[in-house]
T-cell receptor, first 113, second 111 residues
Framework: KAGVTQTPRYLIKTRGQQVTLSCSPI?????VSWYQQTPGQGLQFLFE???????NKGNFPGRFSGRQFSNSRSEMNVSTLELGDSALYLC????????????FGPGTRLTVL | GQNIDQPTEMTATEGAIVQINCTYQ??????LFWYQQHAGEAPTFLSY????GLEEKGRFSSFLSRSKGYSYLLLKELQMKDSASYLC????????????FGKGTKLSVIP
C-alpha cells in the first residue's frame, strides 16, 4: 500500500508570492491534516479535513487555507508569503479519528526568500 | 490556551529504561498523543491516551493522569535506533484531530 505522498518536496518562493502544496493520502483514508514545523515553534497544527469539509483549524492567519477533494486528496495554499512561512509542511492521513493513528507524509520544505 | 512542557534533551544508555515526561495546562482536551520523530524524517504515531492509566505497546508504554496534568512515555530495553525526538500533543478535537504539540524531547541513546 502506498504511503502518504506530498508534492513538491522542495520549493523556493519569494516574499509576496503564493504557493500551493499537495497531499495524497493513503488509499481509503478520508481524514487529512496539515502541520507546519519550524525549529523555533516546533510542530503546529494547521487544519484537518474530512470528506471535503474542514473540521478543525489551528491558530494561523487567513493567508493559510486548504481544501479537500472528493478523492480525499488535499491542497493547502499560502498567499502573500512572508519570510516566517519558511518551514516544513507535513500532511498526515488516517481512516478516521477512530483509528487514532495518523500516517505522515515526507513533507514539503518551503523556503521563502 | 494550552501550554505543554517537555524536557528539551535527555541521554540514556542502551538497554536501560527511560521516562520522558510531559506536563500541561489546559482548559480541556480529549486525549494525548505521543509521536516519535527521527532527524530529517516525519513523525510516527506511538500512542494515544484518553483515559487515565498506563497503555502498553511492546517496549513503549504511555501513562496519563488528567488530575495531575501529566503524562509520560516509558521506553524499555533502549536501542540505538530509539535516538529521536519524542513529541507529546494534546488533542482538542472531538472525534477529530486538533493537536497542540510540545516542543519535543530529543533522546540520545549511548552505548
Amino acid at each position: 500500500k502506498a504511503g502518504v505522498t506530498q508534492t513538491p518536496r522542495y520549493l523556493i518562493k519569494t516574499r509576496g508570492q503564493q504557493v500551493t502544496l499537495s497531499c495524497s493520502p493513503i488509499s481509503g483514508h478520508r481524514s487529512v491534516s496539515w502541520y507546519q514545523q519550524t525549529p523555533g515553534q516546533g510542530l503546529q497544527f494547521l487544519f484537518e479535513y474530512f470528506s471535503e469539509t474542514q473540521r478543525n483549524k489551528g491558530n494561523f492567519p487567513g493567508r493559510f487555507s486548504g481544501r479537500q477533494f472528493s478523492n480525499s486528496r488535499s491542497e493547502m495554499n499560502v498567499s502573500t508569503l512572508e519570510l516566517g512561512d519558511s518551514a516544513l509542511y507535513l500532511c498526515a492521513s488516517s481512516l478516521d479519528f477512530s483509528g487514532n493513528e495518523q500516517f505522515f507524509g515526507p513533507g514539503t520544505r518551503l523556503t521563502v526568500l | 490556551g494550552q501550554n505543554i512542557d517537555q524536557p528539551t534533551e535527555m541521554t540514556a544508555t542502551e538497554g536501560a529504561i527511560v521516562q520522558i515526561n510531559c506536563t500541561y495546562q489546559t482548559s480541556g482536551f480529549n486525549g494525548l498523543f505521543w509521536y516519535q520523530q527521527h532527524a530529517g524524517e516525519a513523525p510516527t504515531f506511538l500512542s494515544y491516551n484518553v483515559l487515565d492509566g498506563l497503555e502498553e505497546k511492546g517496549r513503549f508504554s504511555s501513562f496519563l493522569s488528567r488530575s495531575k496534568g501529566y503524562s509520560y512515555l516509558l521506553l524499555k530495553e533502549l536501542q540505538m535506533k530509539d535516538s529521536a525526538s519524542y513529541l507529546c500533543a494534546l488533542n482538542s478535537g472531538a472525534g477529530s484531530y486538533q493537536l497542540t504539540f510540545g516542543k519535543g524531547t530529543k533522546l540520545s541513546v549511548i552505548p
